[in-house]
């Protein structure tokens, strides 16, 4: 078997093979030999896309970044006082939910 991230010419190897390499990069290995050859092929190329974006970061990092921003000025700006922390809507009176009349 050859190195994850091996050959480009995936139609020179057997089906046996192509599972194979299928299987080390967690593909499934079922289907036909050009379904493995396209699998393979696909999944290189999103293997490249992701190595020349990993200079720059995803939008998952940038939006935790941010969450995290947000969440340390807030805990900072409560700590000084200059924000209230939010309050419960319905108070600790348990039992009387939301739906019932007055009275």
Same mark, same amino acid.
């Given at each position: 078997?050859?190195?994850?991230?091996?050959?480009?010419?995936?139609?020179? !190897? $057997? &089906?046996?093979?192509?599972? +194979? *390499?299928?299987? %080390? =990069?967690? !593909? $499934? &290995?079922?289907?036909?030999? +050009? *379904?493995?050859? %396209? =699998?393979?092929?696909?999944?290189?190329?999103?293997? +490249?896309?992701?190595?020349?974006?990993?200079?720059?970061?995803?939008?998952?990092?940038?939006?935790?970044?941010?969450?995290?921003?947000?969440?340390?000025?807030?805990?900072?700006?409560?700590?000084?006082?200059?924000?209230?922390?939010?309050?419960?809507?319905?108070?600790?009176?348990?039992?009387?939910?939301?739906?019932?009349?007055?009275?």
């Amino acid at each position: 078997a050859s190195i994850v991230g091996g050959p480009k010419n995936w139609n020179a !190897l $057997s &089906k046996t093979e192509l599972e +194979e *390499e299928c299987g %080390m =990069r967690g !593909l $499934s &290995k079922k289907g036909k030999k +050009e *379904e493995l050859v %396209m =699998r393979l092929i696909l999944y290189q190329q999103e293997a +490249e896309k992701q190595k020349t974006n990993s200079d720059q970061p995803s939008a998952e990092d940038l939006e935790a970044k941010k969450k995290k921003e947000i969440d340390a000025y807030l805990a900072s700006a409560v700590a000084v006082g200059t924000v209230q922390p939010k309050k419960k809507k319905y108070g600790d009176k348990r039992g009387r939910g939301r739906g019932r009349g007055r009275g």
